[in-house]
């Protein structure tokens, strides 16, 4: 059973930085795509960015390309997303989600798994 638990989220000032955590377990996640969504109410949620878990590889979302940085930590089993220069619009319930893939995967519909997601304030 695939579980993935977010932490991190919380309430900062425009221009300043958040640390999301994802700590994944279940089974092993070498060949699977981590992501970050997020989600305001009302909208649907959108994609934020990605990472191949073996090979690094990432993409962005244009939104936060720039100032989001998505990484992991293998030993720990772990995915991250620093978070600078935090603007009011980057306000969301952030999820952390998994699917296995050896490409890349940005769509809501290709992950099979998810946490439960942490809220992210940014006032101005």
């Known amino acids: 059973q695939v579980q993935l638990v977010e932490s991190g989220g919380g309430l900062v000032q425009a221009g300043g930085s958040l640390r999301l955590s994802c700590a994944a377990s279940?089974?092993?996640?070498?060949?699977?795509?981590m992501g970050w969504f997020r989600q305001t109410l009302g909208k649907e949620r959108e994609f934020v960015a990605v990472i191949h878990w073996r090979g690094g590889s990432t993409y962005y979302a244009d939104s936060v390309k720039g100032r989001f940085t998505i990484s992991r930590d293998n030993a720990k089993n772990t995915v991250f997303l620093q978070m600078d220069s935090l603007k009011p619009e980057d306000t969301a319930v952030y999820s952390c989600?998994?699917?296995?893939?050896?490409?890349?995967?940005?769509?809501?519909?290709?992950?099979?798994?998810w946490g439960q997601g942490t809220q992210v304030t940014v006032s101005s």
């Open positions: 989600a998994a699917t296995a893939s050896s490409s890349m995967r940005i769509r809501v519909r290709e992950f099979d798994y």
């Open positions: 279940g089974r092993t996640f070498s060949n699977y795509i």
